[in-house]
């Protein structure tokens, strides 16, 4: 299983972007998939997952009204829709996969991407 986020690019405070996660390998139907990201100087958090069925999204308290997570099975990929971005929004984007269900807790989770790159200009 392979996981390969894109998307990252320096933006500006208030702006939008959309990351994206292309799952190789076994169907992405099995998994759990989640994002985290890495501020800078700071240790890894969870941002937001979503299920196998489509039927429960998570997201930090920090995130919530401003972004949301999807999958598309036809395309193996999950997307996170970042809008209203802040410059505390900053850091390595990284794609989780899980057998089973959402988690936020990123020693749940299988697999992970190498990460894209979000900078927030303020």
């Known amino acids: 299983v392979q996981l390969e986020e894109s998307g990252g690019r320096l933006v500006q405070a208030g702006e939008s972007l959309r990351l994206s996660c292309v799952h190789f390998?076994?169907?992405?139907?099995?998994?759990?998939m989640a994002w985290f990201r890495q501020p800078p100087g700071k240790e890894r958090e969870f941002v937001a997952a979503i299920d196998l069925g489509i039927t429960s999204t998570r997201y930090a308290d920090s995130v919530k009204g401003r972004f949301q997570i999807s999958r598309d099975y036809a395309k193996d990929t999950v997307y996170l829709q970042m809008n209203s971005l802040k410059h505390e929004d900053t850091g390595v984007y990284y794609c989780?996969?899980?057998?089973?269900?959402?988690?936020?807790?990123?020693?749940?989770?299988?697999?992970w991407g190498q990460g894209t790159q979000v900078t927030v200009s303020s």
């Open positions: 390998g076994r169907t992405a139907d099995t998994y759990a």
């Open positions: 989780a996969a899980r057998w089973g269900r959402t988690s936020q807790a990123s020693g749940d989770y299988d697999y």
